[in-house]
């Protein structure tokens, strides 16, 4: 059912048509307003029919993302911050406190204080071996290698880019990473959803300070089990990493 709902939702929104319950009541609403104003154009209508909620609706993997990497950088307070391909609105926010450099595949073609955006390649960071104190990551090692946004397709491109991210991380510098967690599977080309063991597995010179999640049902975790997320369908990891200080050789770039 899902299968045939995610094809089906590349032609048709089903959303826009449950929308059209609401027609009705906007032609009330839309008669009231003109009666009260005198005489409007309905050349000028622009029907927004989603917006009838009890409640502000919003994407709680996103929501709890960008409210913990606020927390940690704010407790933190690093001089600067460097983030791989993030969310451009928390680098947004982020940048107005620390001063963040974002780098992206895509560029980010704008120019805000304290925030400055480079071209890069995830599996080739524009930074000397162990030379970041502070970076993120953040909803995107779980899209490297699926060709979702124009690379190369690479079964091991989680695996490789982690090793990237490590090997730019100072010692005893932070890392923040965030990925879809639960039961591991590849949804080709959208994502990866990995078990939060595996991806503590491809960081094996980090220590894992703190794991979060967001559940299934958009519920926030603090400071919990790892194996509490293994059996979710497609919960999200929040990964606070300390890169040993005994780590006597940075990674190596891989040709």
């Known amino acids: 059912m899902q299968f045939l709902r995610r094809w089906v939702e ?3 929104d089903p959303r826009r048509i ?6 009705l ?7 009231e307003f003109n009666s009260q104003a005198g005489g409007a154009s309905l050349l000028n209508s622009f029907p927004v029919l989603g917006d009838r909620a009890s409640h502000s609706p919003f994407g709680p993997r996103f929501f709890f993302q960008g409210s913990w990497i606020a927390r940690e950088l704010a407790e933190a307070s690093p001089p600067l911050h460097v983030d791989i391909a993030s969310s451009v609105l928390t680098m947004s926010v982020l940048s107005a406190h620390v001063p963040t450099i974002f780098v992206d595949y895509r560029p980010l073609v704008v120019r805000q204080n304290n925030l400055m955006s480079v071209a890069g390649d995830i599996n080739s960071l524009p930074f000397a071996d162990a030379s970041v104190g502070s970076l993120s990551c953040l909803h995107v090692i779980e899209h490297i290698g699926l060709g979702r946004y124009g690379d190369r397709v690479a079964v091991g491109g989680a695996k490789k880019a982690a090793r ?3 090997r730019v991380v100072r010692n005893d510098g932070a890392f923040y990473l965030s990925t879809p967690v639960g ?4 949804c080709f080309n959208a994502h990866r959803i990995s078990s939060p063991h595996t991806v503590v597995s491809w960081f094996p010179d980090m220590q894992l300070q703190c794991f979060s999640y967001v559940d299934d049902a958009g519920r926030l975790h ?3 089990p790892m194996s509490d997320a293994d059996g979710l369908s497609y ?3 929040l990964f606070t ?3 040993s200080a005994a780590a006597s050789a940075p990674f190596r770039r891989q040709r």
Do not use: I, S, T
């Open 25 to 31: 009541r906007y032609f009330f609403d839309w008669r």
């Open 183 to 186: 039961r591991e599977r590849v």
């Open 10 to 12: 590349l032609f048709v």
């Open 18 to 23: 449950l929308n059209l319950r609401h027609l």
């Open 235 to 237: 919960g999200c990891g």
């Open 164 to 166: 990237e991210l490590a």
């Open 222 to 224: 603090v400071n919990a």
């Open 241 to 243: 990493f300390r890169k």
